[in-house]
Nanobody
Framework: QVQLVESGGGLVQPGGSLRLSCAASGFTLDYYAIAWFRQAPGKEREGVSCFSSSDGRIYYADSVKGRFTISRDNAKNTVYLQMNSLKPEDTAVYYC???????????????WGQGTQVTFSS
């Protein structure tokens, strides 16, 4: 079965770091664009980052540029999101998604994980 499973969320202090993982099964990630989205209560789902397997391009939302890094481990069929210098506005449920190309449109993606919670605590 096709599945994406996120992990690595938790409670983080101001300026802290977390590393999120997105493990795929039932398909090979290197055939897809892999994106991270997040959604905070009362807010729209927001694209965070995307790794384009076809050309190796990487995209970041302006809000996370310079703080977050997306990467892929083909051997483990896993995508990561390293989050540094975390801020209160980073609090959200984070989802990974796989689709045909990198876009900021959530509806473009084929597969979604169930999400992992990232909570800021001062």
């Amino acid at each position: 079965q096709v599945q994406l499973v996120e992990s690595g969320g938790g409670l983080v202090q101001p300026g802290g770091s977390l590393r999120l993982s997105c493990a795929a099964s039932g398909f090979t990630l290197d055939y897809y664009a892999i994106a991270w989205f997040r959604q905070a209560p009362g807010k729209e789902r927001e694209g965070v980052s995307c790794f384009s397997s076809s050309d190796g391009r990487i995209y970041y939302a302006d809000s996370v540029k310079g703080r977050f890094t997306i990467s892929r481990d083909n051997a483990k069929n896993t995508v990561y999101l390293q989050m540094n210098s975390l801020k209160p506005e980073d609090t959200a449920v984070y989802y990974c998604a796989a689709g045909p190309l990198c876009t900021w449109l959530a509806g473009s993606y084929y597969y979604w994980g169930q999400g992992t919670q990232v909570t800021f605590s001062s």
